[in-house]
Nanobody, 120 residues
């Protein structure tokens, strides 16, 4: 059974940094695409960053230049490096990964999220 689990969230001061991880487990070959999303208090879930096999990383304007998305298929893990954090970055961060399965085919999986709180 394929699972995707986020980790690395926490409380950080404004200007600080965090690195989120999105680990895939199960009978998988690779993460062919990954997207990070976030949902702040009282807000809709929004896309933050994405990375695919065919396209380079893309970022929402609100995080461009501060966040970096990456992927390590040997570790079956994707990352979101977040620098110069601002209070408005406070949110639950979710990973959505398109997984290529060992048995063939692929599917998209969501994690349950990790909370990032940025204090001013």
């Amino acid at each position: 059974q394929v699972q995707v689990v986020e980790s690395g969230g926490g409380l950080v001061q404004s200007g600080g940094s965090l690195r989120l991880s999105c680990a895939a487990s199960g009978s998988i070959v690779s993460i062919s695409a990954v997207g990070w999303y976030r949902q702040g208090p009282g807000k809709e879930r929004e896309w933050v960053a994405g990375l695919t096999n065919s396209a380079g990383p893309n970022y929402a304007d609100s995080v461009k230049g501060r966040f970096t998305i990456s992927r390590d298929n040997a570790k079956k893990t994707a990352y979101l490096e977040m620098n110069s954090l601002k209070p408005e970055d406070t949110a639950v961060y979710y990973c959505n990964a398109y997984i290529v399965k060992s048995a063939g085919g692929g599917a998209s999986y969501w994690g349950k999220g990790t909370l990032v709180t940025v204090s001013s």
